[in-house]
């Protein structure tokens, strides 16, 4: 009798890996961190997440090639990246995408992907900002990006903003816990953006989803909030095509605003999901 053995290989989430940037135009290119008025040391990057080396920062400013075709894993020990202007950014100067798990930026060595939240929750603007850098235009995906629970004030404003090529966003943001500010701006001048990603908040807070989609081409958001408090998503779909369609459940039918720029805009159609 013939046995036949079958290799199973263990597949690591994406919520388990550390933060990466991956090259997607098929050359080398060049990762450049920024490190503005913020606390991050430690930078760090690998091939495999196995081995690491140092990145040596200079007048604020490190370097690291990005073979093509391949990830570059990051990892650093920090309390914010950002600040509430300006911040540290993660740029590269060919078209690239982001993954991974944001909290290795953090955690650095201590990072196993069991974190769920910012270590220092009082902190304000924890990401603002990061990849608005000077490559920000050649950044196409986040698809694989984890943002996981952790949230706080500002954490992820202006996340994305500017990153006109920017095509498939994170799937969803998954916090339910919001603080204000949390994304505004998020995806703001992200031209090229048609769909937004799962915002999976039951109970949003004012402010938390301010201006997150102006000027994109977004036609489609989905969320999943059964409240809608004032102030919710002032302006959020500003300067955007008409025609789209907000995905909305039972319980928040008649409590969004509807034909305002703080809910459902005018020209915009709601779709009840169960």
Same mark, same amino acid.
Do not use: H
């Given at each position: 009798?013939?046995?036949?053995?079958?290799?199973?290989?263990?597949?690591?989430?994406?919520?388990?890996?550390?933060?990466?940037?991956?090259?997607?135009?098929?050359?080398?290119?060049?990762?450049?961190?920024?490190?503005?008025?913020?606390?991050?040391?430690?930078?760090?990057?690998?091939?495999?997440?196995?081995?690491?080396?140092?990145?040596?920062?200079?007048?604020?400013?490190?370097?690291?090639?990005?073979?093509?075709?391949?990830?570059?894993?990051?990892?650093?020990?920090?309390?914010?990246?950002?600040?509430?202007?300006?911040?540290?950014?993660?740029?590269?100067?060919?078209?690239?995408?982001?993954?991974?798990?944001?909290?290795?930026?953090?955690?650095?060595?201590?990072?196993?992907?069991?974190?769920?939240?910012?270590?220092?929750?009082?902190?304000?603007?924890?990401?603002?900002?990061?990849?608005?850098?000077?490559?920000?235009?050649?950044?196409?995906?986040?698809?694989?990006?984890?943002?996981?629970?952790?949230?706080?004030?500002?954490?992820?404003?202006?996340?994305?903003?500017?990153?006109?090529?920017?095509?498939?966003?994170? =799937?969803? @943001?998954? &916090?339910?816990?919001?603080?204000? !500010?949390? *994304?505004?701006? %998020? /995806?703001?001048?992200?031209?090229? $953006? #048609?769909?937004? =990603?799962? @915002?999976? &908040?039951?109970?949003?807070?004012? !402010?938390? *989803?301010?201006? %997150? /989609?102006?000027?994109?081409?977004? $036609? #489609?958001?989905?969320?999943?909030?059964?409240?809608?408090?004032?102030?919710?998503?002032?302006?959020?779909?500003?300067?955007?095509?008409?025609?789209?369609?907000?995905?909305?459940?039972?319980?928040?039918?008649?409590?969004?605003?509807?034909?305002?720029?703080?809910?459902?805009?005018?020209?915009?159609?709601?779709?009840?999901?169960?």
């Amino acid at each position: 009798m013939i046995k036949t053995y079958i290799e199973t290989r263990y597949i690591k989430p994406m919520s388990m890996r550390n933060f990466f940037v991956e090259d997607l135009s098929g050359q080398d290119s060049t990762l450049t961190v920024n490190i503005y008025n913020s606390d991050v040391s430690n930078l760090q990057y690998s091939l495999d997440e196995k081995n690491w080396n140092n990145i040596t920062v200079e007048n604020n400013i490190g370097t690291a090639t990005v073979s093509a075709n391949s990830r570059l894993y990051l990892r650093a020990v920090a309390t914010a990246w950002g600040t509430n202007n300006l911040g540290s950014t993660i740029t590269v100067n060919r078209n690239f995408a982001v993954g991974g798990n944001i909290l290795s930026l953090l955690y650095g060595s201590s990072f196993d992907g069991t974190q769920t939240q910012f270590i220092d929750t009082t902190k304000s603007y924890i990401f603002r900002r990061l990849f608005t850098g000077s490559g920000k235009t050649n950044l196409i995906s986040a698809e694989n990006l984890v943002l996981l629970t952790a949230n706080s004030t500002g954490c992820y404003g202006s996340l994305f903003n500017g990153c006109s090529n920017l095509t498939t966003p994170p =799937p969803t @943001l998954p &916090a339910n816990d919001l603080k204000q !500010y949390c *994304y505004e701006g %998020m /995806f703001e001048s992200c031209s090229r $953006l #048609t769909y937004s =990603p799962l @915002l999976a &908040a039951t109970t949003p807070v004012s !402010y938390a *989803y301010s201006n %997150m /989609f102006q000027r994109t081409g977004i $036609l #489609t958001v989905t969320v999943a909030a059964t409240t809608w408090p004032n102030n919710c998503a002032t302006t959020w779909l500003y300067y955007i095509p008409n025609g789209g369609t907000i995905y909305i459940p039972a319980a928040l039918d008649g409590v969004i605003p509807e034909n305002s720029y703080d809910g459902i805009p005018s020209g915009w159609n709601k779709a009840i999901v169960s």
